[in-house]
């Protein structure tokens, strides 16, 4: 038996790789594969997963829970739940194809779902607060079921295994979207497990993560004051909820919450000039428990957009490409060059200048 | 193709010269290697030419992170960029990037008699540039930059040996304490006007407009040393 997070320490990599495109064309799930299979090094397969926006257009106005459950008991207690708190439109097994190298596959569920009227005017809650509160309840009180992913129209896909082994398992060449996120995963510290391998999503809010960032505990003490739950004992977690806190609940830019999450040192923002100096001072006060040191450069995959981060010391590689309407962004030059070989540019953004790529003004998805 | 097959195959061939195509982020190549001329068209892995130890390594395209690491002889040329820790613990051998590198670029080398590592990187360089150098040189040429500083924050931390030239109209401001600069005078940019034309024969461009520039020479404080940072010793 595998022991979970936070049991086992083993050393370290990890791959990132995105797709985007800024026209809402839809991309097949097969470039995305190609992309992080040139980075198999980087992974020890031990977690690979992805998470795509516009895949699901029939049930766009849904929130889509992709769900693991260990045992059958599971599977009726997390529906008993949703049935209570929701409408489900559709419920299925996510489709698989088994591989040789995909193992101890636990049920996979995918429902498609909208807060029952009587039960969000009850709560007093706006929507996206009530459908969270509702994941983390069954993330932290239904054991063996975990909800992993949560937002419309987008899904998360993601198991033990090498990243272009999971993409094969989940037949990911059957999606389409828009924006396509991917991670290879060697973890520090601690084992592989389903749930911990990336990407994690809170609502449409999805991260990958490239690295191991040295103020978890801290981070993690914050974001608990404010109501989430640290159920997977790993970093990437804390990010997310940080994201989703920062973006979704004090209303921060995107742009703000980079400066906030990767903030200059203060010697640096000593040398800007005002207002500039200013507005950074005000974030690194007033959130200085959403600094995340450490190494990390993360995609964050949203509604509509996708935003490239590295940590202020750039302590890991990162990569962005060009090419008419498409982005790219990879740990490794090599992983867009195999996709498309003629950027128009490509370029490494410094640490913690976000990149943010969205949808045109427009673009049908 | 796996890394492990390619650097293989380039190990096993019998000839000098040796060229990669559609070459996919495979790490390690060139790695140790002597006697060799590598050429390389695409995207070469991480660790490219690390430990090399007299071969030459051509890219057609840009390198990604650690290439050169603790390479002790022979030469890289990069047409195109490279990315982070760029020439990490060089400690001999020569390294041309014709445009950017990445952070981190010369952190740790080292020097040791004739053994005097030189990197030179035509356009602009991130942060902690030469950060614990102790010997060699470093040139950032800031070609296309127009007199712009072609570096980030924090260079020469903890430097204490080897200089650092930089083409700009303006020293970088937040220098240490245990490192000086001032700007190059005529036998200062003696020092590298081989350097220059090296880069120049690879890849073009004006050997003496580019020394007619405005440099600036940064290297360790004698009188301040680098020492005593963190325990007294």
Redesign the interface.
Known sequence: MLEKEGKVRIPAGCAISGIFSKSGKKINGESIIKSIS??H?RSNGLGGGFAAYGIYPQYKDYYAFHVFYNNDAAKESCEDFLDKHFDIVNLSRIPIRPHKNITDVPLIWRYFVTPRPTRLAASQLDEKEFVARCVFRINTQIDDAYVFSSGKDMGVFKAVGFPEDVGEFYRLEEYEGYCWTCHGRYPTNTPGWWGGAHPFAMLDYSIVHNGEISSYDANRRTVEMYGYSCTLLTDTEAITYILDYLVRKQGLTLTEAANTIAAP?W??IA?LPEPERERLTFLRNKYSGCLITGPFSILLGFEGGMMALNDR??LR?M?IGEKGDMAYVAS????I??IEPDLDK?W?P??GEPVIFTLNDGAQV | MD?RDLNRAVCASPDTDITIDE???Q?FIGDGLSGRNITIN??P??ALGAYLNGAVIRVNG?A??AMGDTMNDGAIYVHGSS??ATGYAMRGGKIFVERNA??RAGIHMKAYKDKVPTLVIGGRV???LGEYQAGGYIVVLGIGEEGRLPV??FVATGMHGGKIFLRSDTAP??LPNSVMTHEATAADKAEISGLVAEYCAEFGGDKDEILSGKFFVIYPDVANPYKELFVAN
């Open positions: 040139i980075m090094d040192f010697s640096t040398k010391l750039k590689s990569v490794e030059e090599s992983a060059r195999v490509i490494a410094r640490g | 890394f070459c996919y982020g790490r695409g995207t892995g991480n840009n990604q992170d990315g982070d990445g952070y991130g942060s902690f980030s924050n401001a937040d």
